[in-house]
């Protein structure tokens, strides 16, 4: 019982870990963020100058990252100044810079923690791989019902996922009057989350193989 109960533990920790990872890394590399925001929020649409683009991105990816710098950016348009973001606004990333520093250190704390759990159970290897893979299997059916809801129904589960991650209504922005909901529109987050799970489902699979010529492995030791 205890080494099942340290495979499900590995397994859980592990797949949190790499979807926090999955999260963090594509939202704060410019890379990843400046394509989607300039596809899905042209200047156009935005009111903001295509040249300021790639300094906003920057600025935003920095922030996320948990730079100490002011969630702002000020540019010019025929001699006016003008700040792009309002008070509102930067509180509601103040709420979400914290979230990324949650999704930072689980990145880590989790792959640590099954690293040592594997070492520490050498003794029942196969044992362990076989739990452990049996929950990442459990753990892909559950996410598979989430996605197709997704795919049913994306707007309402954005909805829901914003009411469990934040304790006020700061995210509920007017794209009349919040520039930052016109950087990041609905088709913007769409993409984002697909990014996010073709990148977790990457680092599951590869657990998958991974646990899979463990368990196979000639001359293992008998466990079950």
Wanted: with cysteine; proline share 5%; glycine share 4%.
């Amino acid at each position: 019982m205890k080494h099942i109960l340290l495979s499900i533990l590995a397994a859980l920790l592990m797949s949190i870990g790499l979807l926090a990872a999955a999260i963090y890394i594509p939202a704060t590399a410019d890379w990843a963020v400046r394509p989607l925001m300039t596809h899905y929020a042209p200047p156009e649409d935005t009111g903001l100058p295509a040249e300021e683009y790639a300094p906003v991105v920057s600025m935003i990816t920095r922030y996320l990252q948990g730079d100490e710098i002011p969630f702002q950016h000020v540019f010019s348009v025929d001699g006016a100044e003008y700040a792009a973001f309002n008070q509102k606004e930067q509180q509601h990333m103040a709420d979400v810079q914290e979230l990324f520093a949650l999704c930072q250190a689980l990145t880590s704390i989790p792959l640590t923690l099954c690293a040592s759990l594997i070492l520490l159970q050498k003794a029942n290897l196969t044992l362990l791989f076989k739990w452990f893979r049996r929950t990442l299997i459990a753990i892909l059916a559950a996410v598979t019902l989430i996605i197709i809801a997704a795919c049913i129904d994306f707007d309402s589960l954005f909805v829901l996922f914003h009411k469990v991650a934040f304790t006020n209504d700061l995210w509920l922005l007017d794209p009349r009057t919040d520039l930052l909901i016109r950087l990041m529109p609905i088709e913007f987050f769409v993409s984002y989350a697909a990014i996010i799970g073709g990148l977790w489902l990457l680092g599951m699979a590869g657990l998958l193989v991974v646990s899979t010529i463990i368990i196979n492995k000639p001359n293992k030791p008998k466990g079950e």
